[in-house]
Structure formats: structure tokens, C-alpha cells
């Protein structure tokens, strides 16, 4: 298994691998490589929902920061193996050419990344670079034969509509617009891109940022920080109030020049007053809850996973933890998995291959109160599906392993010769153990009339007793 963060990311030096032995340059038909700071051309405030303010409230927010860039590294973290419908991993060879595209375009951090993009624009673009002639252009189809050499993740903030080349072509080629040439845009054809979204609408081209979702909430809390800060810090330096008596104006201004130094003051002479109205203080905990909880439910996160819980505060938190990791395999296997898939189809293609296998994510983890809750509910089904005669050993034992598996329908399976031990539903809570009654059995005619004799002869017995203890008090007393 090898995790996102071993990746190193050091391979500046990129070349055509497969193709030519010389270390030749990789170049985009789009734009440069995104390395961040060094795109953005202005650090000015802009006003209206432009996409470059969705990244300076992804900088000045501390919590979307955290629910955005935390659910990508635990969606990409423990990354994924290769397997053909039997399991099995590739041969050799084609594992080598997979590893090897992987180093050299950093794809576990390019598609940890292109989430982040996704979280944050809405939509994220990874351009596939071919090995092709200089004057292909980006606006060309990409065909079979080309081979794909490397991998480009471009700007969302650039990417903003979609255009037609002209009035025969009826295909919407996505616009990059250079931000140094405002107005030249370049026209990229789609089957050079994959596209991220992970949030979006039916029938719509480009993705849902969560930002934009949170666009009012994060900036009432903002506000409400700065809010706070200044008030503690007003608190915490207090106000000088200086009055002087027949105060002129040489004197006023030498008092403002010295006072200066403390930002709240007040100078007045003795026939000035000010009164000032404490207001009622107000505990913040409730609107910072409000935004905690519309936070984490535009992330699909838990609570108490986005602010943090304390050391030893016992909740139902478990519960919420697996939905989130259930969210994070959901995203893995619908919306990362095709994208994967596409990629590894034209890279194995590339080298005469043919891509048969499937992507499995490898478990991310759990806590062990969930693991021991997920164990115990497979148990269960294993168990009683096998006493129900639906599924063998095997099948029991896989899906202990990995849940729910596909069963074939025509498969016979043989009678069990002893009952397996029956477990308790987990779903269920404990009942009160109830005694089964015991069963009598009939007794015979001649049975019967043994036990009878035998009453008889007990009654006499008493009978014969009750007379020998009379006679003998009547001697005694004689």
C-alpha cells in the first residue's frame, strides 16, 4: 500500500518516458504548469462571486480550509490497488508502466489536488498532454494512435465557459483565458481533459463549489471574528479619557501627537462629556454553532470531526464517522474511478496494452468502535444467511472480509449436517431471556396405575402409623 505523502514530488525534470530516449520538455498546449501563488496576477479585492474570491475565503476561513483539504487526503491517503476479476494484480510489465506514469506525473497528489479544485471552484481540470508535433493545437481530437506522456492540472479560476468553434461544429469546447491577455481565450478540445466534479447538477457542465454554497455563512463568520477580536482587544487595552482644563488648540494637538501611540482615546476640556452605554453581553457560542453545523453538513462531514472533540467526551459520534468514511468511498468509487480508469485506458493503449482490470480503494480507516460494529453486523449476516442455506463457507468467509458480495443464483449449496451456533441480530437491542416450557410426556395405562398403588399403599402406611404412635402413649400412661 503506498500512501499519498510518499510520492515525493521531485521530478521537475519531466520527459517523454516510452517514447524517446531523450529527456525532452513536456509542454502543455493550455497554459504552464500550476504551481500556485505565481498564477494569480492580482491580489486585490474584486467585487462580485468571482472564482478568485472562493480561494482568498478558502485562505481566510480556517475551518473550510480544514473540511476541504482533510477530505481529500483522507480520500486519497491509503490510495488504491489494481486487480483483474479474479483479484489478481497485473503481470510485470504493465504494473512498471503504471508505476512509472505515476512518478512521473505525481498522480496521487495531482488528483488530491484536482479534489481540492473541485471542493473549492466547484469544478477541476486535469489536461492530458500527448506526445504530438508543436503545431497540434489545443482545440484538436485527440486520436487513438496518440500517446498519452503526461498529465497538466490547469487553473480552475481560468476555466469559466464553454464556447462553439464555429457555427458548423456543434461541439462546446471549454475556455481557458489567459489572465495576462484578458479577452484571448484558448479553446480546449474535451476529450484532452478530465473533468472533476463532485458536487454538481443534472445536465450541467460545471461542478458546485462548496464554497459559493457557504458564501454567505463564511463571511458572517468572519465578520463575526474580526468582531470578536476587536472587542477583546478594545477590552484588553481599555480607553485613556484625558481632560483638560481651558484646553487651546496647541495644547489639543500636542496631546493627540503623544496619544497617538494608544489607538483609543478621547481628549475633551472640562465642559465636554460622554457617556457611554455598556451593552448587554451576548454568549457567541450559539452563531459560531450555527456556522460549525452548516459547515460540516456542505462537506458532509461530522461535527464534531471539522471543529474537534474533546479527550474523553463519550457521544454518538462513532456513528457519524462511519457515514463520513461511507461519503469518502462513495466519492472514490463514483466520481475518482472513472477519471482513474480513463487515464490508465490511454496509457496502457500507448503501449499496445489493454486495460481488463478494476480499481479497489484500499480500506481508509476507522475507528475501532466502528470496525467492531461493521464486524459484528457482517458476522451476522454471514452467519444466518449460512444457517438459511443461501451461501457456503466460502461466501460466509468473504463476505466477513468484505461485506456484501454477489452470489450465483444457480449455485447449490449442500445441507448443513450440524447447526452452526446462531448470533444475536446487532441491530437489535438484548430481550429478557425467557425459560421455554417443559414438556411432559404422557404416561401409560399401566404407569398410571403403578403410581396409584403406590399412593394407596403410602395412605395406609400413614393411616397404620397414626394408630402405632395412639398405642403407644396409652401404655405409657398405664
Avoid at 470496525?371 to 444457517?387: D, F, G, M, P, V
Avoid at 463457507?393 to 463476505?399: A, L, Q, W
Avoid at 394408630?467 to 396409652?474: C, G, H, M, N, P
Amino acid at each position: 500500500m503506498t500512501s499519498l505523502f510518499e510520492h515525493v514530488r521531485k521530478y521537475g525534470d519531466r520527459y517523454i518516458w516510452g517514447v524517446t530516449e531523450t529527456k525532452t520538455p513536456v509542454k502543455s498546449k493550455v497554459a504552464k504548469r500550476f504551481s500556485g501563488s505565481n498564477t494569480y496576477t492580482t491580489d486585490e479585492l474584486t467585487v462580485g462571486r468571482k472564482l478568485e474570491m472562493y480561494r482568498r475565503i478558502l485562505t481566510s476561513e480556517p475551518l473550510i480550509r480544514k473540511a476541504i483539504y482533510k477530505k481529500n487526503r483522507d480520500t486519497f491517503k491509503n490510495w488504491f490497488t489494481i486487480q483483474d476479476e479474479e483479484g489478481e494484480p497485473p503481470n510485470k510489465q504493465i504494473q512498471s508502466i503504471i508505476h512509472k506514469f505515476d512518478k512521473r506525473t505525481q498522480f496521487p497528489t495531482l488528483l488530491y489536488e484536482s479534489g481540492i479544485c473541485a471542493n473549492t471552484y466547484g469544478t477541476g481540470f486535469i489536461e492530458k498532454i500527448y506526445h504530438e508535433h508543436g503545431a497540434t493545437q489545443a482545440d484538436a481530437k485527440v486520436t487513438l494512435d496518440k500517446k498519452l506522456i503526461d498529465l497538466n492540472l490547469l487553473n480552475s479560476e481560468h476555466i469559466t465557459e464553454r464556447k462553439f468553434k464555429n457555427d458548423k461544429d456543434k461541439t462546446l469546447y471549454p475556455v481557458y483565458n489567459d489572465p495576462k491577455n484578458i479577452g484571448v481565450g484558448t479553446l480546449i478540445h474535451p476529450s484532452r481533459l478530465e473533468v472533476i466534479r463532485v458536487d454538481k447538477l443534472p445536465n450541467s457542465y460545471f461542478g458546485i463549489s462548496a464554497v459559493k454554497v457557504l458564501w454567505n455563512i463564511l463571511n458572517s463568520k468572519m465578520n463575526a471574528d474580526v468582531s470578536a477580536g476587536e472587542i477583546l482587544n478594545w477590552f484588553g487595552r481599555g480607553m485613556f479619557d484625558v481632560t483638560i482644563e481651558n484646553m487651546d488648540d496647541d495644547q489639543e494637538k500636542a496631546a493627540h501627537k503623544e496619544l497617538k501611540k494608544h489607538p483609543d482615546y478621547l481628549i475633551h476640556d472640562e465642559d465636554y462629556r460622554l457617556d457611554v452605554k455598556n451593552p448587554t453581553r451576548v454568549d457567541p457560542s450559539p452563531f459560531y454553532d450555527y456556522f460549525y453545523t452548516n459547515i460540516a453538513a456542505v462537506m458532509d462531514m461530522p461535527k464534531h470531526m471539522l471543529i474537534g472533540s474533546e479527550i474523553g467526551n463519550v457521544t454518538g459520534s462513532e456513528v457519524g464517522t462511519s457515514a463520513y468514511y461511507s461519503d469518502i468511498e462513495n466519492i472514490q468509487r463514483l466520481i475518482f474511478t472513472p477519471i482513474v480508469e480513463n487515464i490508465y485506458t490511454e496509457l496502457l493503449r500507448s503501449h499496445g496494452k489493454t486495460w481488463r482490470y478494476d480499481i479497489k480503494w484500499n480500506p481508509i480507516f476507522v475507528d475501532e468502535l466502528s470496525e467492531a460494529k461493521i464486524l459484528q453486523t457482517r458476522a451476522y449476516a454471514a452467519t444466518q444467511s449460512k444457517n438459511a442455506n443461501i451461501i457456503d463457507t466460502g461466501e460466509s468467509r468473504k463476505m466477513l472480509n468484505d461485506g456484501i458480495v454477489h452470489l450465483d443464483p444457480d449455485k447449490k449449496i449442500e445441507p448443513l449436517i450440524n447447526d452452526s451456533p446462531k448470533m444475536s441480530d446487532p441491530n437489535v437491542e438484548p430481550q429478557p431471556v425467557i425459560k421455554p416450557e417443559r414438556h411432559i410426556r404422557k404416561l401409560t395405562p399401566m404407569e398410571q396405575e403403578m403410581i396409584n398403588r403406590n399412593k394407596l399403599i403410602g395412605e395406609i402406611e400413614l393411616i397404620e402409623q397414626e394408630k402405632r404412635v395412639e398405642q403407644a402413649k396409652r401404655s405409657k400412661k398405664t
